[in-house]
């Protein structure tokens, strides 16, 4: 079988890209241009399809429900947490006072890998000026329980001005949530 060059008319072999005696290239032609467009479409029409079955499958294996998705606490990578308490207590030890001052929260939700997390607990006054900070691995304050856990202790041996508490939580060096709370001052003895 042979084909005829467009441009010269010289009939040339049916597998050739170019015309060998005036170098015309076959795949400008209109039927080469056809066929590419109909592979191409081919190609468009299978991923459109593919498409399609894996959104159909996500529906179907979600419900159909997105709304009211809540993850189980082994799913969550995140930390959520209400502080309850900013507390305090001193110590004598040869004739000087401490004062150690702590924040309780309930965790509400905490990672089942808690490799890499870190709570930073920030103290500050009303002027907003950071009065003291402690910084533990979430492994070393997280337990199971249903009460307000205890961290964040920091002891000074001065009585310290407190207006309000940060909790920061850091993963891998990044902060991923802040909380912060008004310190109750009538409950640090020390202020009464």
Known sequence: MSK?????????????????DCGYSFSNSPSAKNSGLLSNGKIFLAIIAVILIFGAAFILTSGGNTNNV???VDD?????????????YDSSYDNKTSYTIYTEALFL??????????VKTKYYDKNNTLLGQESEKLSNVYYDSDYSISFGYYT??????LDHVNVEIVKSGETIDNFTAKIDRNKIDYLN
């Open 70 to 72: 809540t993850a189980d």
């Open 156 to 161: 000074s041996y001065k009585k310290l001005d």
């Open 109 to 118: 939700d905490v990672p089942s890998d808690m490799k890499g997390y870190v």
């Open 4 to 20: 005829t060059c467009p441009k010269c008319g010289k009939e040339q072999a049916d597998d050739v890209k170019f015309c060998m």
């Open 76 to 88: 969550v990578d995140h930390v959520d947490l209400t502080i309850t308490d900013v507390l305090d």
